[in-house]
């Protein structure tokens, strides 16, 4: 069984920062891609960013420039640092991991609650 627990969401006005953390817990043998998606009201749930075991990253070009994703691999932690917040940032950002099984060494994926982030003036 693994867990992602995520935090960090909260109220942040325009042009402010909030960072997000999810770390996963629980029995597996590695973990590989970890990333950030993000669903608002009424709209598909999309892909903010990611970033491999080995640090390659990858974003979504609405949020270039402003978010920068990272991990700690020995935490088992990824990090989503989001500057320059705008109101079309709000959403409930969720975690997600792909995993290695202790015991069976087959791979699978596991997602966080979710958190919400709101921006508002």
């Known amino acids: 069984q693994v867990q992602l627990v995520e935090s960090g969401g909260g109220l942040v006005q325009p042009g402010g920062s909030l960072r997000l953390s999810c770390a996963a817990s629980?029995?597996?043998?590695?973990?590989?891609?970890m990333g950030w998606y993000r669903q608002a009201p009424g709209k598909q749930r999309e892909l903010v960013a990611d970033?491999?075991?080995?640090?390659?990253?990858n974003y979504a070009d609405s949020v270039k420039g402003r978010f920068t994703i990272s991990r700690d691999n020995a935490k088992n932690t990824v990090y989503l640092q989001m500057n320059s917040l705008k109101p079309e940032d709000m959403a409930v950002y969720s975690c997600?991991?792909?995993?290695?099984?202790?015991?069976?060494?087959?791979?699978?994926?596991?997602w966080g609650q979710g958190t919400q982030v709101t921006v508002s003036s």
């Open positions: 629980g029995s597996f043998f590695s973990i590989g891609a």
């Open positions: 997600n991991a792909v995993f290695q099984r202790a015991w069976s060494m087959t791979w699978a994926t596991v």
């Open positions: 970033i491999t075991s080995g640090g390659n990253t």
